[in-house]
């Protein structure tokens, strides 16, 4: 696992049996559609960059997110590393995107389920954002496709800083 290379979060918000997503514009998994989230900034806590994440690519204001867990990769189309995972109850309020790409709320069976999906969502999301405990998600990738795939329970002591 790679717990100490974690430098992104993400952030499903959702709204009943919806699911805030973005159509992301760029790489990594250009041209998919995935969650709210970005690079943790220098001197910046976990919850502080996914807040300030969601407010640049929606333009909504959340004061609270859930850790979901953690997602961590090797093989992919960039280096091995990791993100954090949160979920959130969506304010009243329409969301604007930014330049990242398109936002559109999609029905939650659609996101665990569509290939246009980043893949690894249609595995842990289910999980992530049906109440599971938060948990280490590890997929290893081969020529974009995904080759394995682990659950582990957080490490004792582990806890979000």
Not at 50 to 63: A, K, M, W
Not at 105 to 126: A, D, L, Q, T
Request: overall charge negative; hydrophobic content about 40%; proline content about 6%.
């Amino acid at each position: 696992m790679l717990l100490d290379n974690l430098a992104y979060t993400l952030c499903f918000l959702t709204r009943s049996e919806t699911i805030l997503m973005l159509h992301r514009r760029n790489p990594p998994n250009q041209g998919l559609w995935n969650g709210i989230g970005g690079r943790i900034e220098a001197g910046e806590g976990v919850v502080e960059s996914v807040l300030r994440e969601i407010r640049e690519e929606t333009s909504l204001d959340i004061q609270a997110v859930r850790f979901a867990g953690l997602l961590t990769w090797d093989g992919f189309e960039i280096p091995a590393g990791g993100l954090y995972i949160f979920t959130a109850d969506a304010p009243e309020g329409e969301a604007v995107a930014n330049d990242e790409g398109t936002l559109a709320w999609k029905p939650r069976e659609w996101v665990f389920h569509s290939p246009e999906v980043v893949s690894n969502i249609r595995v842990f999301g289910p999980l992530a954002l049906n109440g599971h405990s938060p948990a280490n998600y590890h997929f290893t990738y081969q020529d974009g496709e995904i080759t394995g795939f682990s659950m582990h329970d957080l490490p004792d002591g582990w806890h979000l800083s």
